[in-house]
């Protein structure tokens, strides 16, 4: 009994992020993008520990890595695809593009269709064991969510508008499955020889979320890939 519980530990964590992203991705489409970010950070906290807690247990299993694929997509495919969809609601349209405005909101999906393509890449590419090609699925929602809730002023202006927008969407979701080096933050040990690129990430991270605030892991991703194409090797 005891063994079955602690066989399961992982799994029901990887369930939690798979809830967190359905209610995420429910407040999203309801326009509520704060909690739609809480939300998806809460999926990433959840997908973080049960990826850990199966190492330290021992229990890794085929099924929880499909089920980890499962929760990822719609933590960190669909959500910041209801994310886009909801804002494609909002914003200002050029009067060239006023045509498209009952269709244009669901060009946001294909967020979700590559984040399906980047997690099914990533479970049978060897390269990745130690850095990332492509951007990582949670970093992609933490970055709309982000946006979207610390700029919503500033994207439903006539500053920008939906042409913006769904450039932003093209170019996030191919940077998802780009053959493109990103490093991982995982530290191999605390010196600084061996984790140079990481701290100077995690260093220039605090006066981000200083300045930016609720658009501070927006901030962050968008510093994630500059200092990835800066340091980039080949894969």
Known sequence: MANAIIRNIPNTLTCCNLFSGCI?????????????????????????????????????????????????????????????FALFKEVHYPEFM??????????????????????????????????????????????WGSLVTGGHAFLTSSYFNALYLLVLVIIMSLLLVAEFPMFSLKFKDLSWKHNRITYIFLIVCIPLFLIFRLSGFAAVIIWYILLSFITRKKA
């Open 24 to 84: 995420a991705s429910y407040m999203a489409f309801q326009g509520k993008y704060e909690w739609a970010l809480t939300f998806i950070i809460i999926g990433a906290i959840f997908d973080f520990f049960d990826g850990m807690t199966a190492r330290m247990l021992h229990v890794s299993s085929p099924i929880g890595k499909e089920l980890d694929s499962l929760a990822d997509d719609i933590t960190f495919g669909l959500a910041p695809s209801a994310i886009a």
């Open 98 to 143: 006023e045509s498209l405005r009952p269709i244009l909101p669901y060009s946001a999906f294909l967020i979700a269709v590559f984040s399906g393509l980047r997690l099914a890449k990533f479970n049978l590419d060897e390269r990745q064991t130690s850095s990332f090609i492509g951007m990582p699925t949670p970093a992609n929602a933490l970055f």
